[in-house]
Nanobody
């Protein structure tokens, strides 16, 4: 059963912007901290940003000031606005929902930053 669905990835030039979206079920979204993770080829999956159910956010250092995570509780959707993209941001981006009941992962959306 697919409960998290990412979209918005694609190819972008360095310095450009993309906005990723993750649509979740209400059951999952309402109780969860939502996060974005990314995994480049041959690398581990790393946290990019998280937002709690009350709106508290945190970011990995490499994206601070460039990326913004937000959530729309009415739409059960979390977003990752990515500005000033760099080639190092190239990765498969995964949506994550974490609660006391466990966690769920989306299938991933590819972001490629290249000239």
């Amino acid at each position: 059963q697919v409960q998290l669905v990412e979209s918005g990835g694609g190819l972008m030039q360095p310095g450009g912007s993309l906005r990723l979206s993750c649509a979740a079920s209400r059951r999952i979204f309402s109780i969860s901290t939502m996060g974005w993770y990314r995994q480049a080829p041959g690398k581990q999956r790393d946290l990019v940003a998280r937002i709690t159910s009350t709106g508290t956010t945190n970011y990995t250092d490499s994206v601070k000031g460039r990326f913004t995570i937000s959530r729309d509780n009415a739409k059960n959707t979390v977003y990752l606005q990515m500005n000033s993209l760099k080639p190092e941001d190239t990765a498969l981006y995964y949506c994550n929902a974490a609660s006391l009941r466990g966690q769920h992962w989306g299938q991933g959306t590819q972001v490629t930053v290249s000239s």
